[in-house]
Nanobody, 126 residues
Framework: QVQLVESGGGLVQAGGSLGLSCAHS????????MGWFRQAPGKEREFVAA????????SYADSVKGRFTISRDNDKNTLYLQMNSLKPEDTAVYYC???????????????????WGQGTQVTVSS
């Protein structure tokens, strides 16, 4: 079974930066479209960013566009999310997820992502 483990979460002041990583176990990382989602208390899980299988195409939520960058290193079986200019409203548990669809298309909904990590907490103070 695919295992995803996020790391890099923590506490940062508004305007600061934080980098997240997602380690993927197994031999098929390059077959998966990958995405980042987040969920704040009392809110639904929302899309943050996604990247195609070889990293050539990226998609971002309007709320993070221009501030966050998603990337992947298939040789290292790792997904990344670089977060800059962080705002208090970015505070949430961040999850990485994998979509097994063997196409370059990206989805902004959670449904196609059937594998999920346990999440890492990101807290942005005012």
């Amino acid at each position: 079974q695919v295992q995803l483990v996020e790391s890099g979460g923590g506490l940062v002041q508004a305007g600061g930066s934080l980098g997240l990583s997602c380690a993927h176990s197994g031999r098929t990382f390059g077959r998966f479209r990958m995405g980042w989602f987040r969920q704040a208390p009392g809110k639904e899980r929302e899309f943050v960013a996604a990247v195609s299988r070889v990293g050539g195409t990226r998609s971002y939520a309007d709320s993070v566009k221009g501030r966050f960058t998603i990337s992947r290193d298939n040789d290292k079986n790792t997904l990344y999310l670089q977060m800059n200019s962080l705002k208090p409203e970015d505070t949430a548990v961040y999850y990485c997820a994998a979509d097994p669809t063997l196409t370059p298309s990206l989805s902004t909904s959670a449904a196609p992502y059937i594998y999920w990590g346990q999440g890492t907490q990101v807290t942005v103070s005012s």
